[in-house]
């Protein structure tokens, strides 16, 4: 049963002085230990991702997405870094970066291994603002595969 007749005392010292302490401390924590939060580019990329329905085709552990029609996006950067070696690549792009660019504004420039003969073709983005292209290739460069 609680006592409602008595009132709440002053907080200790002690307490008071551990939370100022907590306060001032833990905020710096994450980034001394070499983490930091998604970047607002990389927030929004993921906005975007979620709102063009990416995640209906693709799979994007960080999005929890689990398409099925066409190629993870778990890892992109490497990725993009291996098809750019791949005989069969067409496009025009020589960097990760640009890979994953073309990709969204021009997807027919390469078909993914396993996905050539598929009908479930992946549609242009390019009608997308150039900032929203942007913020999607940050955050598919910043993809890691999960662990």
Known sequence: MINRSRRPGPVPRTWL???????AVLPGC????????????VLRGREV???????????LTSAETAGMFGPTHNGMAKIADDRLLDPG?????????????????EPAAFRAPGFERTRFVMPSYQHLPE????????MLMRERVPE
């Open 89 to 105: 690549y067409a496009g025009s792009a020589e960097t990760a970066r640009a890979y994953i660019l073309e990709s969204i504004v």
């Open 131 to 138: 900032e929203d292209i942007d913020a999607l290739v940050e």
């Open 49 to 59: 991702y979620q709102e063009q329905f990416c995640g209906t085709c693709h799979t």
């Open 17 to 23: 002085g551990l939370t100022l302490v907590l306060v």
């Open 30 to 41: 994450r980034e001394a230990s070499g983490e930091s939060g998604p970047t607002p580019e």
